[in-house]
């Protein structure tokens, strides 16, 4: 069964400053990747998805992720981080052979002035 | 696009009574998912629905919950009775059968 691994509960962070939060999966098939953003009391939002091809994936907003699948890893990264990008980040993953997304708990980014 | 629609975006009631969530997932899309996120657990499947037909409900916690989807734009999440561990926020998703979900601002639903 696949899972999700997010390393970080909490991540503080100035603004201006690069941020890393990191995505660890599991699974024995082949995997497709995404993650999600979630702002105070709103659904999730897509911000950039892996499903095959070039391993680094640029999304909205400024981010992006590299898939490592010798790491098993799909760390979300920006080089510089807003006030604005305060949020819950959910890393999730889905196997080639069915339809089920499993998510990870989660990483509250706080962009701090 | 209006995005997925989900109704009420609040709901609070007492202990015992029917609750009935419900969403219309993005015009085209064949496939919609209902989640339920709590701080203890995070995001949760209930049920899977694919060109209106229940595929997977294995993740709907007992016979209290049921869902249905009697057409392709309009689905219910059903609880009675409700009890006050089924204090959440639940979540309507959609898919047109790309990989990715789209989901709804979710029902936030207190049962005291």
């Known amino acids: 069964a696949q899972s999700v691994t997010q390393l970080d509960s909490q991540v503080p962070v100035f603004e201006e400053a690069p941020v890393e939060l990191r995505c660890n999966y599991s699974?024995?098939?082949?995997?497709?990747l995404f993650w999600y953003v979630q702002y105070p009391n709103q659904g999730l939002q897509l911000l950039l998805k892996?499903?095959?091809?070039?391993?680094l994936v640029k999304g909205i907003n400024g981010f992006e992720a590299e898939f490592n699948k010798s790491q098993t890893s799909f760390h979300l990264r920006k080089p510089s981080v807003h006030i604005s990008d305060t949020a819950e980040y959910f890393c999730?993953?889905?196997?080639?052979?069915?339809?089920?997304?499993?998510f990870g708990k989660g990483t509250l980014l706080t962009v701090n002035p | 696009d209006a995005g997925v629609i989900q109704s009420p975006r609040h709901e609070v009631t007492e202990m015992g009574q029917e609750v009935t969530l419900r969403c219309k997932p993005i015009?085209?899309?064949?496939?919609l998912f209902w989640y339920r996120q709590t701080m203890m657990r995070g995001l949760e499947l209930l049920i899977y629905?694919?060109?209106?037909?229940?595929?997977?409900d294995s993740g709907m916690p007992e016979d209290r919950f049921s869902a249905k989807m009697p057409n392709a734009s309009f689905s219910t999440l059903k609880i009675q009775p409700s009890e006050p561990r089924d204090s959440a926020v639940y979540f309507c998703?959609?898919?047109?059968?790309?990989?990715?979900?789209?989901f709804g601002p979710g029902t936030r639903l207190t049962v005291t």
């Open positions: 015009s085209g899309h064949n496939s």
């Open positions: 999730a993953v889905s196997e080639s052979s069915n339809y089920k997304l499993t």
């Open positions: 699974s024995s098939v082949s995997v497709y």
């Open positions: 892996y499903l095959s091809g070039s391993t």
């Open positions: 998703a959609s898919s047109s059968g790309a990989r990715e979900q789209y």
């Open positions: 629905f694919n060109n209106n037909v229940p595929i997977d």
